[in-house]
């Protein structure tokens, strides 16, 4: 494996992550497989694991897989989704993350958290006050580096002004969606990451599984992904950008799922893409294309399916903010629309 710096941090990662969310209850509730899969990718030479405390039991299945192995990873955890039905145990205010952090560690057995990041944007919290208790947690040790996760680009900036005048910690990385299909942070996001020297860990690049060419346009989608009820496997653009894609992948002798990961990890602003398998199967097959490199002339022919900073639909589990979320947010109310 060829090692990345994760932004200014010093810290040396590999350029394919594992990611764990599948490990456990929300994927594959083998445990001991989740433990095998995960010891398999750090004997390959992967030293980059990402987790997040509201994965169901995932956090688990990393503390116990590492144990006696805790020093080879770049442990990487997240904090702000519900974890129960206490409205408190959610979100990035100072209440929730000294007892999220203190919660995260019993799970995944470990004295500190390589990378501690803000899972989603907090609307109803102040930057300053998130800042504030993430700036403690690196001081007590209990936390190596602080990130952000699906910020806009106009939220990195604030968050690096604010921990620039208060004295705080800033977010060293981002993680947000980034896949063939789905290249809008090539506008803005990524090049204020770089801007300010952050490290960027990009999750689905294999677009929620459909870059995997097992959902073609035409076909039902299997059990397993029609029970999701998500929208974007059955949106007829990205399937139909899908069949150029897998033309794309025959012509070029490289595996679709290949041909994805390799094109997420050539943006020179990416340090890691985030790999998340569910099985050994699928783990064995992003081992097998982690060599490759894409030429010029076949991100040349990406570029012609999915033009540079465009997306094609758009993943449902993807974060847009409440103003794309709530109506209310981007409506004048009807009395006052009506006297207009």
Not at 174 to 183: A, G, K, M
Not at 239 to 251: K, R
Not at 254 to 261: E, F, K, S
Request: without cysteine; charged residues 30%; glycine residues 8%.
């Amino acid at each position: 494996m060829q090692y990345r710096t994760l932004g200014r941090t010093g810290i040396k990662v590999t350029p394919y992550a594992l990611g764990a969310m599948m490990l456990g209850r929300f994927g594959n509730p083998d445990r001991s497989e989740g433990i095998r899969i995960i010891h398999r990718a750090l004997d390959a030479g992967i030293n980059f694991i990402d987790t997040a405390d509201r994965y169901g039991d995932s956090e688990e299945v990393v503390g116990e897989a590492l144990a006696g192995r805790r020093d080879q990873v770049v442990l990487a955890t997240k904090f702000h989704g519900p974890v129960d039905d206490d409205v408190n145990h959610r979100g990035a205010s100072r209440r929730w993350i000294v007892e999220a952090v203190e919660r995260s560690l019993r799970n995944l057995r470990t004295d500190h958290i390589d990378l501690y990041q803000l899972h989603r944007p907090d609307p109803d919290t102040d930057i300053d006050e998130t800042l504030s208790a993430l700036t403690d947690l690196v001081r007590q040790g209990k936390v190596r580096a602080i990130g952000s996760s699906s910020m806009r680009g106009s939220e990195i900036v604030e968050a690096q002004w604010v921990s620039e005048r208060r004295g705080f910690e800033r977010f060293r990385t981002e993680q947000p969606n980034y896949s063939i299909l789905d290249r809008e942070i090539e506008r803005e996001v990524l090049p204020v990451a770089q801007r300010y020297g952050m490290g960027t860990l990009v999750y689905s690049p294999l677009a929620g599984g459909s870059l995997t060419g097992r959902y073609r346009a035409g076909q039902a989608n299997d059990e397993f992904r029609a029970s999701t009820g998500m929208r974007h496997f059955r949106d007829e653009r990205r399937l139909a950008a899908i069949e150029q894609l897998i033309t794309l992948a025959d012509e070029t002798g490289i595996r679709l799922t290949h041909l994805a990961m390799a094109f997420t990890i050539a943006h020179p602003a990416v340090t890691s893409a985030i790999a998340g398998p569910r099985t050994m199967e699928q783990l064995e097959d992003t081992l097998a294309g982690v060599d490759v490199v894409l030429s010029d002339e076949v991100l040349d022919r990406i570029d012609a399916i999915v033009p540079p900073g465009e997306s094609i639909g758009a993943m449902d589990m993807v974060y847009r903010g409440p103003e794309v979320g709530s109506p209310a947010m981007r409506r004048r109310p009807e009395a006052e629309r009506a006297a207009a």
